[in-house]
């Protein structure tokens, strides 16, 4: 039984471990800057709990201790899904982004991280009963360990957090420690039932909390590669009901306006309406980045303003956004309308048949605390313009600051684009302010002739005239992306 406990502590340092990242996402992101605070806190709790373990083992060999130390890494569990909101929140725009990834890493991952690596050396003392066989002892509970982590990563990754949600997840894991403690020793039964009992209150609690919230039409939702929230929102400005998509602590990616689903109800999404302007006899368009898929319901509903008929290719990684979008934004099938759940990248380098497309529209940098790096480099670029027909224009999202501090992502994005289209042109949404962080709108032109950035229609002229003439790039601005040198999440630190 000892080595069932073993194992199963070894799934769990996994599951919380990549549980993690998606209970940090709502508040601090998913950038590499989170990623590497979990494994770095969580390598350093093993490691002093290895240490700590093997010293305590040796005064005290006794299965009875190892179950409790078990059953306190069951109240830790319980704790990271009791406190994880309320620390979050408190946390987030008190410190930057570094210091708040690691001051949550901290208290909510090292005491269970540190109290499930004390079980390892723990459990090789307790089976340690000849020393000419200890070297083969301990290799086998670790590697019984380690074969646990894997399970838990497997599960985890490739199912468990979509099946049942992150809080669900952590719970049970806390579940599975009580399970493993019951393993290590048979005794205490009162100790591990009423931590079992605990949990199951906390269970229960957090059911009727998440039931209230989605009686509110708040829903917070797990998909395979994400946690998303909707909900419901007002435009203090104008009184329209809205409901948002947010994949991080940003703000919305996507929103509908409830009384007219196919309007364009974020700002920057509008000035996807340019594709027209300067292409007007779309043929096919691609869109890397669907989300709650607003433009592309835009496109299809208003065809005349975009050739005629046009056929749309949408590539969103995520299938589980999709279909939050069909349940929750109005996204319906419609002729010539294609969904494609891929990695942008890959669906560029697989599917995208060169001279293919009139107008490409990047919406994949939706927040500036997760940005997909392979995404914003010269060789993405040039996948772009070999998808593009001889006319083709790309028309990026990228949110940054056009000037000061906050604009090394802008600037890198710029030099990027420039280093393979001939024209690039930017559009400012808060002009007024060029130093605040804001969406920019990137138009690159694959033919060498000048772009027209004027136009006749009321519409189209308000948005060419947030034109922005950028400064001269300089020799310490930051280099063109490329695939083996892109440290966008480090040009948004400062963000």
Same mark, same amino acid.
């Given at each position: @039984?000892?080595?069932?406990?073993?194992?199963?502590?070894?799934?769990?340092?996994?599951?919380?471990?990549?549980?993690?990242?998606?209970?940090?996402?709502?508040?601090?992101?998913?950038?590499?800057?989170?990623?590497?605070?979990?494994?770095?806190?969580?390598?350093?709790?093993?490691?002093?709990?290895?240490?700590?373990?093997?010293?305590?083992?040796?005064?005290?060999?006794?299965?009875?201790?190892?179950?409790?130390?078990?059953?306190?890494?069951?109240?830790?569990?319980?704790?990271?899904?009791?406190?994880?909101?309320?620390?979050?929140?408190?946390?987030?725009?008190?410190?930057?982004?570094?210091?708040?990834?690691?001051?949550?890493?901290?208290?909510?991952?090292?005491?269970?991280? &540190?109290?499930?690596?004390?079980?390892?050396?723990?459990?090789?003392?307790?089976?340690?009963?000849?020393?000419?066989?200890?070297?083969?002892?301990?290799?086998?509970?670790?590697?019984?360990?380690?074969?646990?982590?894997?399970?838990?990563?497997?599960?985890?990754?490739?199912?468990?957090?979509?099946?049942?949600?992150?809080?669900?997840?952590?719970?049970? @894991?806390?579940?599975?420690?009580?399970?493993?403690?019951?393993?290590?020793?048979?005794?205490?039964?009162?100790?591990?039932?009423?931590?079992?009992?605990?949990?199951?209150?906390?269970?229960?609690?957090?059911?009727?909390? #998440?039931?209230?919230?989605?009686?509110?039409?708040?829903?917070?939702?797990?998909?395979?590669?994400?946690?998303?929230?909707?909900?419901?929102?007002?435009?203090?400005?104008?009184?329209?009901?809205?409901?948002?998509?947010?994949?991080?602590?940003?703000?919305?990616?996507?929103?509908?306006?409830?009384?007219?689903?196919?309007?364009?109800?974020?700002?920057?999404?509008?000035?996807?309406?340019?594709?027209?302007?300067?292409?007007?006899?779309?043929?096919?368009?691609? @869109?890397?980045?669907?989300?709650?898929?607003?433009?592309?319901?835009?496109?299809?509903?208003?065809?005349?303003?975009?050739?005629?008929?046009?056929?749309? #290719?949408?590539?969103?990684?995520?299938?589980?956004?999709?279909?939050?979008?069909?349940?929750?934004?109005?996204?319906?099938?419609?002729?010539?309308?294609?969904?494609?759940?891929?990695?942008?990248?890959?669906?560029?380098?697989?599917?995208?048949?060169?001279?293919?497309?009139?107008?490409?529209?990047?919406?994949?940098?939706?927040?500036?605390?997760?940005?997909?790096?392979?995404?914003?480099?010269?060789?993405?670029?040039?996948?772009?313009?070999?998808?593009?027909?001889?006319?083709?224009?790309?028309?990026?999202?990228?949110?940054?600051?056009?000037?000061?501090?906050?604009?090394?992502?802008?600037?890198?994005?710029?030099?990027?684009?420039?280093? &393979?289209?001939?024209?690039?042109?930017?559009?400012?949404?808060?002009?007024?302010?060029?130093?605040?962080?804001?969406?920019?709108?990137?138009?690159?032109?694959?033919?060498?002739?000048?772009?027209?950035?004027?136009?006749?229609?009321?519409?189209?002229?308000? @948005?060419?005239?947030?034109?922005?003439?950028?400064?001269?790039?300089?020799?310490? #601005?930051?280099?063109?992306?490329?695939?083996?040198?892109?440290?966008?999440?480090?040009?948004?630190?400062?963000?």
């Amino acid at each position: @039984m000892l080595e069932i406990a073993v194992f199963l502590c070894g799934a769990v340092v996994m599951v919380l471990e990549l549980a993690g990242s998606r209970v940090l996402a709502p508040f601090l992101g998913t950038s590499i800057i989170v990623w590497t605070s979990l494994i770095g806190v969580v390598l350093g709790s093993l490691s002093i709990g290895y240490w700590w373990g093997g010293r305590i083992a040796d005064k005290r060999p006794e299965a009875k201790l190892l179950s409790r130390i078990i059953l306190l890494a069951a109240v830790a569990t319980l704790l990271i899904a009791g406190l994880k909101g309320f620390l979050l929140s408190f946390l987030q725009n008190r410190a930057g982004l570094t210091a708040a990834t690691l001051a949550a890493t901290v208290m909510l991952f090292v005491p269970v991280s &540190v109290l499930l690596g004390m079980v390892s050396p723990f459990a090789v003392r307790l089976r340690m009963d000849d020393a000419k066989k200890s070297g083969r002892t301990a290799g086998n509970l670790y590697a019984l360990s380690t074969v646990g982590s894997i399970a838990g990563t497997f599960a985890a990754g490739f199912w468990l957090t979509a099946a049942i949600g992150t809080t669900n997840l952590v719970l049970c @894991m806390a579940g599975v420690l009580v399970a493993a403690a019951f393993c290590a020793h048979k005794g205490d039964l009162s100790a591990k039932l009423a931590v079992a009992a605990l949990i199951g209150f906390a269970t229960l609690g957090l059911a009727t909390y #998440d039931k209230q919230l989605n009686q509110a039409d708040i829903h917070d939702l797990d998909t395979p590669y994400q946690r998303v929230l909707v909900y419901n929102a007002r435009n203090t400005e104008t009184g329209e009901r809205l409901r948002m998509l947010s994949t991080g602590p940003e703000g919305s990616q996507s929103a509908v306006d409830l009384s007219d689903p196919t309007r364009l109800a974020l700002p920057y999404t509008r000035y996807y309406r340019l594709a027209g302007h300067f292409r007007p006899d779309i043929k096919r368009m691609l @869109m890397l980045g669907g989300g709650g898929c607003s433009f592309p319901k835009y496109a299809m509903s208003r065809p005349d303003e975009f050739g005629g008929r046009p056929r749309m #290719d949408v590539v969103e990684i995520d299938p589980g956004v999709t279909d939050i979008a069909k349940q929750y934004f109005g996204l319906k099938a419609v002729p010539g309308l294609a969904l494609h759940h891929d990695d942008a990248r890959r669906f560029l380098n697989r599917e995208a048949a060169p001279g293919s497309y009139q107008v490409a529209l990047v919406d994949v940098f939706t927040s500036h605390l997760s940005v997909p790096f392979h995404l914003a480099t010269k060789e993405t670029a040039q996948a772009l313009s070999r998808a593009l027909d001889a006319d083709g224009v790309v028309l990026v999202n990228c949110i940054s600051a056009p000037e000061g501090p906050k604009s090394r992502f802008y600037r890198a994005l710029l030099a990027t684009y420039r280093s &393979v289209f001939p024209h690039v042109e930017s559009f400012l949404l808060e002009p007024e302010d060029p130093q605040s962080l804001q969406n920019i709108i990137l138009a690159a032109f694959k033919s060498p002739a000048a772009p027209r950035l004027t136009s006749q229609n009321p519409e189209y002229a308000a @948005m060419l005239a947030m034109h922005y003439q950028p400064p001269a790039l300089t020799p310490s #601005d930051p280099p063109v992306l490329t695939d083996d040198f892109a440290p966008v999440d480090h040009y948004l630190l400062n963000l």
